[in-house]
């Protein structure tokens, strides 16, 4: 069954190479149909125009709209991790060959794409009764740019 609720994302020009990225990351990730302009435009007769895939079960659809638009952070992509290394595998991934490390777990994919790599560790250590214990784990956080789950248990443990 179809999704009723797909996401689209705007490129420039690089729709297929993010999509053909970001399939090779994720699990469960697959390329689907790609379409290309005609001679109706806006863009030159058979450049790429749209790319569905799917990633870890979801639909995307990435458009090669046009220099217009850009990504910023008001959306992203939370990718919930429950081990270390799974942090360290995404975060590797995906500030290979021109991302860009942020703070907090945020990164920006060299396609401008944000994304925030968070351990499942992190809000539970958050959400924890002792408010003492959650604000030296969030004191912790905001002087990482990649979150490492024994630094937030160390301050927990504080």
């Known amino acids: 069954m179809k999704e009723q609720l797909v996401t689209c994302l705007w490129f420039d020009t690089e729709g297929e190479d993010a999509a053909r990225f970001y399939t090779s990351i994720f699990p469960e990730s697959k390329l689907g149909e790609i379409t290309h302009y005609g001679s109706a435009g806006p863009r030159p007769a058979g450049t790429v125009m749209t790319v569905s895939f799917e990633l870890m079960g979801r639909e995307f659809l990435a458009l090669n709209g046009g220099p217009e638009y850009t990504f910023n952070q008001a959306i992203s ?72 789950i024994d630094e937030l248990e160390r301050a927990a443990a504080a």
């Open 77 to 148: 992509f939370q990718i919930m991790c429950d081990s270390q290394e799974e942090v360290d595998r995404y975060w590797q991934q995906l500030t290979a060959d021109g991302g860009v490390e942020g703070p907090c777990g945020w990164l920006n994919d060299r396609f401008g794409v944000p994304w925030q790599v968070v351990p499942r560790a992190l809000p539970e250590l958050l959400q924890q009764p002792d408010a003492d214990r959650a604000q030296r784990v969030m004191q912790a956080m905001m002087g990482m740019k990649k979150i490492e």
